[in-house]
T-cell receptor
Framework: GESVGLHLPTLSVQEGDNSIINCAYS??????FIWYKQESGKGPQFIID?????DKRQGQRVTVLLNKTVKHLSLQIAATQPGDSAVYFC??????????FGKGTRLSVIA | GAVVSQHPSWVICKSGTSVKIECRSL??????MFWYRQFPKQSLMLMAT?????????EQGVEKDKFLINHASLTLSTLTVTSAHPEDSSFYIC??????????FGQGTRLTVV
């Protein structure tokens, strides 16, 4: 079936540097995408979302980029901090279907 | 923002017993809730869609008689793991969508079957 996957399973970043986490999706009908942050033993926490009619959306220190041509999604975190260390999941939704999650990328921030 | 509360946050049970997990939407009504399971170092996998006032919809490979879902009100869905076995040990997470498509998640329940 359709799936959402990530290019990199782990990412180590120096504190203060920018982080980029990538995600590939395969369902061309997906029209809504969300990035979640999950800390150990906790449920996913919403970071930022984007709809398919947009290609970029910015939040506080985070930016999501959507390239529908190649079905690619990325999350950029500016000035990465130790508190950003977690597993990040992209998720997609087509219409009213449940969210489908990617495999996750573990971000490790080196102080 | 919308809040989804899940209880308990962790539970240890003996093999063969049943465990009930509750998922509540605290400040909004949820006609639909989703139940996910997450094994260590893996992603969230959808188990079932809970529908208020009607039967749940289960994903392929998920036993409906083992994972009983009840959505009796607009703010509460429960997942009961019946006759639990060690292989059912996992992190169970519920979510509820709100208007606009965003889904909010509960804190998760760590189930350990011994």
């Amino acid at each position: 079936g359709e799936s959402v996957g990530l290019h990199l399973p782990t990412l180590s970043v120096q504190e203060g540097d920018n982080s980029i986490i990538n995600c590939a999706y395969s369902n061309s009908a997906s029209d809504y995408f969300i990035w979640y942050k999950q800390e150990s033993g906790k449920g996913p926490q919403f970071i930022i979302d984007i709809r398919s009619n947009m290609d970029k959306r910015q939040g506080q220190r985070v930016t999501v980029l959507l390239n529908k041509t190649v079905k690619h999604l990325s999350l950029q975190i500016a000035a990465t901090q130790p508190g950003d260390s977690a597993v990040y999941f992209c998720a997609e939704m087509a219409g009213n279907t449940p969210l489908v999650f990617g495999k996750g990328t573990r971000l490790s921030v080196i102080a | 923002g919308a809040v989804v509360s899940q209880h308990p946050s962790w539970v240890i049970c003996k093999s063969g017993t049943s465990v009930k997990i509750e998922c509540r939407s605290l400040d909004f009504q949820a006609t639909t809730m989703f139940w996910y399971r997450q094994f260590p170092k893996q992603s969230l996998m959808l188990m079932a869609t809970s529908n208020e006032g009607s039967k749940a919809t289960y994903e392929q490979g998920v036993e409906k008689d083992k994972f009983l879902i009840n959505h009796a009100s607009l703010t509460l869905s429960t997942l009961t793991v019946t006759s639990a076995h060690p292989e059912d040990s996992s992190f169970y997470i519920c979510s509820a969508p709100v208007t606009g498509g965003e889904a909010f998640f509960g804190q998760g329940t760590r189930l350990t079957v011994v």
